[in-house]
């Protein structure tokens, strides 16, 4: 066996995104350490050798599945022969559970340990999936705190260690500056447009962050609205949709979708990465989601009561706060205590970050946050102590142990 080799799949650009600052960090205490697998730009940049790149194998959809099948079946065969070879000392599967809970049982069976990072959101849906989990991994490492526990509880050696957001996006930012930096005029009310990374959420959220644009200029006409662009592939898709709405003043910009949004005073968001980053930055936001109809009917009336956890929200920042009013605390009750309350559209109970999805993404409703988050004073310091308490949430107690040095420990114990 080649000593101290990890063998590591990281399947979509999430898990390229944190895997990436796991090796950098591991390289970092043991530069000798040899890391090889599936992943992407940034995990190549850190040090690792792709195997393969997981644009070929990460798909959305039928069509584009049955396109990529050969890539995929090739992929997986590649592993699996890996896990066998007995080159490595260790597997590390990142998040993308479809395939790499299947990929555990293998690296099981040929006796090689797997430390799990990201874990699956067993706390959503498939709850029962923790049992699988219990029988294939060795240990799990979150980066979300109340995970620790619940795959304790299921007998699985599992450490909380934080969220790398939480320190690549700076604790109060300073504005003033960055506004400098990026352009933008630091008079006038600045509103972050977040349309999504892909062009059908582009095409279906992005009208109505345009159409809500217009009617919030009625009343403040001088605002400048920025839409931090997530690539420059989703250049034309988004000029197409703004050349629609002349009226609207939106400046595209190729800077951190962070750092735009630390220097607005408020946003609308399409839900996914980018609320976790709004959040962390500091800006008051509504999250928006719209599906196609067919996809969003089959969601609610399907597998929502099959598979999914009755209370569970869409926005990370929501996930969060309400795990922190069970505990009694969190951003729920610092609005509460305001006399606030933000109410969810679909089920009634208090939140913390407003969801606006499907049929009540309205241009209208959205709007209308805007005009809270920038006219109420007391919903707005709330909500930025509310962030501040996320960031807490998300960050390990100093006497956990890194995510680098956990792996680390792992292979020395070989």
């Not at 590390?92 to 099981?108: G, H, Y």
């Not at 197409?240 to 003043?249: E, K, R, T």
């Not at 913390?352 to 004073?377: C, H, I």
């Not at 509310?386 to 956990?400: C, V």
Request: a neutral charge; hydrophobic letters at 45%.
């Amino acid at each position: 066996m080649i000593k101290r080799s990890i063998l590591l799949l990281a399947g979509e650009a999430s898990g390229d995104y944190h895997a990436a600052a796991l090796i950098r960090q591991l390289k970092q205490l043991a530069p000798d350490i040899r890391v090889t697998g599936i992943g992407g730009d940034k995990l190549a940049d850190a040090g690792m050798e792709l195997v393969h790149h997981y644009r070929d194998i990460n798909t959305i959809g039928l069509s584009e599945g049955f396109q990529k099948v050969r890539n995929i079946i090739a992929a997986y065969s590649d592993m699996k022969r890996e896990l066998r070879s007995g080159r490595h000392s260790l597997f590390i599967p990142v998040d993308f559970p479809d395939v790499n809970l299947r990929l555990c049982r293998v690296a099981k069976k040929s006796g090689l340990p797997v430390c799990y990072y990201i874990s699956p959101q067993v706390w959503a849906w498939r709850k029962n999936r923790i049992n699988k989990i219990a029988g294939r991994v060795d240990r799990m490492m979150t980066i979300f705190p109340f995970e620790e526990q619940l795959y304790r509880d299921a007998g699985v050696r599992a450490d909380f260690v934080g969220h790398t957001m939480v320190h690549d996006i700076p604790a109060e930012p300073d504005k003033d500056l960055l506004r400098r930096k990026l352009g933008i005029e630091p008079s006038r009310i600045a509103v972050a447009i977040v349309p999504g990374s892909r062009p059908a959420e582009i095409g279906r959220t992005l009208p109505r962050m345009c159409e809500a644009a217009q009617i919030y200029m009625v009343n403040h006409p001088d605002t400048q609205f920025i839409l931090p662009l997530a690539g420059p592939h989703l250049f034309s898709t988004v000029e197409a949709i703004l050349s629609q709405y002349p009226a609207v003043p939106v400046k595209v910009h190729d800077s951190e979708a962070s750092q735009v949004m630390a220097a607005c005073d408020c946003g609308l968001v399409t839900s996914g990465t980018a609320t976790l980053q709004a959040a962390l930055a500091e800006m008051p936001h509504a999250v928006v989601y719209v599906l196609d109809s067919l996809t969003w009917w089959f969601a609610l009336r399907i597998l929502k009561p099959l598979v999914m956890e009755k209370d569970i929200h869409v926005a990370m920042a929501n996930v969060l706060a309400i795990h922190g009013e069970n505990l009694g605390d969190g951003p729920i009750k610092e609005l509460s205590d305001k006399g606030i309350q933000i109410a969810c559209y679909e089920c009634g109970r208090p939140l913390f970050v407003p969801e606006l999805l499907q049929y009540n993404a309205t241009p209208e409703k959205l709007a209308g946050w805007l005009e809270r988050f920038t006219s109420d004073r007391s919903l707005r310091s709330a909500t930025i102590r509310g962030f501040k308490q996320i960031r807490e949430m998300l960050t390990p107690p100093a006497e956990h142990q890194t995510a680098a040095k956990i792996v680390l420990d792992m292979i020395t114990q070989r």
